[in-house]
């Protein structure tokens, strides 16, 4: 209580709210999920166990974690009827158009599940079917872009490698992920996995207010991602470095753009509503990129632009006076090049990441006891009353 507004989970009067899942201290660059700090989440635990970390507070017993892995995992599959939205789609279509419209349509096959209110196993069973689910929905949008049969996933699989084996396997050719990408996956992932009330967290906050299922929910949280402002940034980034590589690695011409108040045009993967000092993801993604492409011997142009314009903006006034540094999307497309996947892809990398985060702030919102829709207030600026004129009159 403020006096003047109430905080609570679900935004009830006003834009804020409150939350148990994530701090982050923006002036000094600091992320914990569930009290505990990203980098030593990166250097010692999984994608899968930070996974049931957010959505169940606290880290797994060996027994719960066996428990949670074998339900995401016996849960790998979608209803056959489904392949068939997959190949209505034109080649072109943007994964991130399917992949909401395939998280929503996941619940036409489990009515069973989309009660308001649901008891704590329902809700249980809904998110690890979400978890297993969304994932092969990712891979087959892209089989369905590149023309190749679906792969389905395999039992002795974890989840990250499963993922990769139904991306890239193919009839003819058995992907088998090297360690160096697996483990950067993992990095990647966990660094996406959560950031407090970022634009599609609010927005899956406050669709499920509104005791939407929670498919739909993350639907919507999907599309509010998709934009370049949001998690579209990392594959904006990559067609900026793309773009400054054509023009013959000019950077200095684009960062002068960035700061030309009549150019509408901005260094993507920069800038941050709540980091006003250097976004702790984008320091972990920088050093793994040099590691990653040195132990795959990749040799990415792109990587040394990036690198140069850090450079030179981080000594730069106009940057400096607005706090503007490198964010979670400036680096992490560099590393999804080296693994192969597509640029049209990198939102859904960011999805598939940012999952167990909207999971966890939906799941804590609905177990709020007396949770209340979000109705944010506004302050109204139109005109005042007035009369109603006939046509010939205006
Ligand atoms: C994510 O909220 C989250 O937590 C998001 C996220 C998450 O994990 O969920 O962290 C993920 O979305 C990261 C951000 C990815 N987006 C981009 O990289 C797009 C480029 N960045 C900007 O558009 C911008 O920095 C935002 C959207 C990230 C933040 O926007 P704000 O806080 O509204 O900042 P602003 O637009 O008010 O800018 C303040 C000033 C302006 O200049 P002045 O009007 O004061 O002169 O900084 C300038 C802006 O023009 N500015 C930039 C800039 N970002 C801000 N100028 C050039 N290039 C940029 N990238």
Redesign the pocket.
């Known amino acids: 209580e403020t006096g003047y507004i109430t905080l609570d989970p679900g935004y009830a009067n006003t834009g804020s709210c409150t939350s148990a899942i994530t701090y982050i201290d923006g002036e000094k660059g600091i992320l914990r999920y569930r009290g505990i700090d990203i980098a030593e989440l990166c250097e010692k635990s999984t994608f899968m166990e930070v996974c049931y970390l957010l959505i169940y507070g606290e880290l797994p017993t060996a027994e719960q974690y066996t428990k949670f892995k074998d339900k995401v995992l016996f849960h790998s599959l979608i209803h056959e009827d489904m392949k068939s939205f997959f190949t209505s789609y034109p080649g072109h279509a943007h994964p991130m158009a399917i992949l909401s419209a395939m998280v929503c349509s996941l619940s036409v096959y489990h009515p069973e599940l989309l009660k308001p209110d649901q008891l704590p196993h329902e809700r249980d069973q809904t998110i690890t079917r979400l978890l297993s689910k969304v994932r092969v929905l990712a891979a087959f949008a892209y089989k369905r872009s590149v023309g190749e049969a679906f792969v389905y996933s395999r039992p002795e699989l974890d989840y990250l490698s499963n993922f990769l084996h139904m991306m890239f396997t193919t009839p003819v050719k058995l992907y088998e992920p090297d360690e160096v990408t697996r483990k950067a996956l993992d990095v990647l992932f966990i660094l996406?996995a959560d950031?407090?009330q970022?634009?599609?967290?609010s927005t899956v906050r406050m669709v499920g207010s509104s005791k939407a299922n929670l498919f739909a929910s993350i639907s919507a949280g999907i599309c509010a991602l998709w934009g370049?402002?949001?998690?579209g940034?990392n594959q904006?980034?990559i067609e900026m470095l793309e773009a400054i590589a054509a023009d013959g690695g000019n950077y200095k011409k684009y960062i002068d753009r960035?700061?030309d108040?009549n150019d509408p045009f901005?260094?993507?993967?920069?800038?941050?509503?709540?980091y006003k000092n250097y976004?702790p993801r984008a320091q972990i993604i920088k050093k793994h990129c040099d590691e990653v492409l040195n132990k795959l011997g990749i040799h990415d142009p792109i990587l040394e632009i990036a690198k140069r314009i850090e450079e030179v903006a981080l000594t730069d006034p106009y940057f400096i006076e607005?706090k503007?540094y490198p964010?979670?999307?400036?680096y992490s497309g560099i590393l999804y090049r080296a693994m192969k996947i597509p640029t049209n892809m990198f939102t859904v990398m960011f999805a598939l990441g940012?999952l167990p985060g909207w999971i966890a702030h939906w799941k804590e919102m609905v177990e709020e006891p007396g949770m209340r829709i979000a109705r944010p207030r506004q302050i109204y600026i139109g005109e005042q009353q007035r009369p109603y004129k006939p046509m010939h009159e205006r």
């Open positions: 996406h950031h407090e970022n634009c599609s967290t370049p402002l949001h998690g940034a904006a980034v960035a700061k108040k901005r260094l993507m993967g920069f800038g941050h509503r709540v976004d607005r503007l964010n979670v999307d400036f940012r």
